[in-house]
């Protein structure tokens, strides 16, 4: 399985989640509603900005993301920058936006979303 690549930081600025509900949720004739866990594992869905500090390091994760990753469909690797551990993630329904930081920086910038099991 890939690696997400280590050229590309994630910004924590913006970073979120959000986690599917492992719930079935019932409404009653009277009283309370009832719920059952119906998950063992749920979809956790993070708003992700990364930034390359060189063009090239951009252009070599365009490359990995078409190539070694299926244009994003495939599983990779990746570290939760939250836990710090490894977790199997993809890009959630693929594709990107990407943008050079300034004019006058070789830094770029995607924004994307990723998601992992919970």
């Known amino acids: ?6 050229t590309a930081l ?12 492992a719930l ?9 509603p009832k719920q059952a866990k119906i998950k063992t594992a749920v979809l956790v869905t993070r708003p992700v900005e990364l930034l390359f500090r060189t063009k090239g390091d951009y252009l070599s ?14 599983w990779f690797q990746w570290t ?10 993809r890009f959630a329904q693929g594709g990107f936006d990407a943008a050079p930081v300034s004019s006058t920086s070789g830094d770029w ?8 099991w919970g």
Do not use: C, H, Q
């Open 1 to 6: 399985m890939e690696t997400f690549p280590s």
């Open 10 to 21: 994630i910004r924590l600025r913006g970073f979120a989640e959000k986690r599917e509900s």
């Open 24 to 32: 079935l949720r019932s409404d009653m004739e009277s009283g309370p």
């Open 61 to 74: 994760f365009v490359s990995w993301y078409a190539v070694n990753i299926n244009e994003g469909a495939d």
């Open 80 to 89: 939760d920058p939250v836990s710090g551990t490894v977790k199997t993630a």
């Open 109 to 116: 910038k995607i924004s994307t979303s990723i998601e992992t």
